[in-house]
């Protein structure tokens, strides 16, 4: 008895998670967390530091070791000037160190541009993660849409059922046909199919949601009204708002940055028509013997063969074949290729900028009419249902008035959700995150 108990207590604590609702941010945060385009690009930047430590590396001194032995057998020269046949073994250690102390500038260009290629990769996951919340407002926003449609189409049953009722009192009065019964009766139904199908659009927008922010299921995911449900004026311009985007957006920042890298390229290729200067060390001992003859102990030439050795080497360019040429070449190409890619990530900012404003324009007007049509159908509405009352309509008369009403329901609650889309990608683009 106790293990059932607690398996209902266990089950409603499931049910009670399954209905909680997610905000939109919940949503959005709950996909940053899991999205896969949003890894592969966290990624890329995990590239990118790990090169800035590189280039910060290079100024550190390279440090080698190494270790031979060999073998040598048949006839040599002796300290005598003579030869004779023996056999020679030697072992020998080292250590060498190398310092680079000017490299035509290389290394701190190399630096700087690897700074620059992070930032560049921190804007693109700026980027990617504005980009999918705008994808998650989208689904989340039809989801709302169609959860309010469930509402309307619960209205229309209700009132169906009301008429259907009212209708089957006169028939049983004897003040009504059969065949009005009927199409009281048919009505009820239609609307019935319309909640069922209007149900399922829900459930297929919460799908839809679910799978673009990596849930497994949507059978737990339900959604609310956001605050913005009342939509604002459009204001501004799209010229104002294009220059708050060029500020802001990531993907403008990411092409600035490219270009300043590919700056550096250019710089980073010239390095090789400057001498290139190092410090240089390093110490050793070795190790002889040879069959037949007098050979110290081990420890003992290890100590008195030891040497050190210290020095500075200079490395002048005179001709490698063109290649630091063609390369300062391709660097040149490739900062003309960034400077026209940025002229097009502006281009097309603009263009998306421009879209979005004149279609929150739209939005704004379709509302507000949409919004009037729905009063004077609900006036008409109401005026029709007193009118039906009252015997002084028929039932198919209050059926269009009925239908006019929840077209007029659906239009301005279409043009609501898409008049708070078109706000959101207004705010998007001047910067301020979406909530």
């Known amino acids: ?81 003579t030869y004779v046949s023996r056999n020679t073994a030697s072992t020998g250690v080292s250590v ?27 804007a ?15 689904a989340y926003l039809q989801a709302l849409y169609q959860k309010e449609m469930i509402n309307v189409a619960k209205e229309q049953l209700s009132l169906s ?43 297929l927008a919460l799908l839809d949601l679910s799978q673009l922010i990596e849930m497994s299921t949507p059978d737990s995911l339900d959604v609310i009204a956001p605050a913005m449900m009342q939509p604002q004026p459009v204001g501004g311009n799209p010229e104002a708002i294009f220059e708050e985007a060029v500020m802001s957006k990531p993907a403008i920042r990411a092409q600035k940055l490219r270009i300043e890298s590919a700056q550096k390229s250019i710089d980073i290729a010239r390095a090789g028509y400057w001498p290139t200067l190092s410090l240089n060390g390093g110490i050793g001992t070795s190790y002889y013997h040879v069959n037949g003859g007098t050979n110290p102990a081990f420890g003992r030439q290890f100590k008195d063969n030891f040497n050190k050795s210290i020095g500075i080497s200079l490395s002048i360019p ?20 960034q400077r026209v890619q940025f002229d097009q990530v502006q281009k097309e900012l ?12 739209a939005a704004q007007k379709k509302y507000e009419a949409s ?54 990608i207004l705010d998007f683009y001047k910067g301020t995150p979406i909530q």
């Open 1 to 81: 008895m106790k293990r059932i108990i607690l398996s209902i207590l266990s089950l409603l604590s499931l049910t009670a998670v399954a209905q909680k609702p997610m905000t939109l941010r919940e949503c959005i945060d709950y996909a940053l967390n899991r999205n896969v385009q949003v890894k592969q690009s966290a990624l890329q930047r995990q590239q990118e530091e790990v090169n800035l430590s590189t280039a910060k590396n290079a100024r550190l001194p390279e440090v080698s070791g190494g270790a031979n032995q060999s073998f040598s057998f048949g006839r040599g020269l002796t300290a005598q000037n």
């Open 96 to 122: 060498s160190a190398s310092l680079p102390l000017f490299t035509g500038f290389r290394l701190p260009n190399q630096k700087k541009q690897a700074e620059l290629n992070l930032q560049a990769a921190t």
């Open 124 to 138: 693109d996951l700026e980027k990617v993660r504005e980009d999918l919340s705008v994808q998650i407002a989208q």
């Open 161 to 203: 059922r009301i008429q259907y009722e009212r209708i089957q009192r006169v028939y049983e009065a004897q003040k009504a046909s059969g065949l009005e019964v009927n199409e009281a009766k048919n009505t009820v139904a239609q609307d019935e199919l319309a909640l069922v199908q209007n149900e399922n659009n829900y459930k």
């Open 318 to 337: 005179i001709f490698d074949h063109f290649q630091t040429r063609n390369s300062i070449r391709l660097a040149k190409i490739n900062y003309e290729g």
């Open 350 to 361: 603009y263009k998306e900028i421009q879209t979005a404003w004149y279609n929150a324009v």
């Open 371 to 424: 919004r009037s049509a729905e009063e004077v159908a609900h006036e008409s509405f109401v005026m029709m249902t007193k009118k039906f009352e009252y015997g002084k309509a028929n039932a198919t008369e209050y059926n269009e008035q009925k239908t006019k009403y929840a077209t007029a329901q659906t239009n301005r609650i279409n043009a609501q959700y898409e008049y708070v889309f078109r706000n959101i």
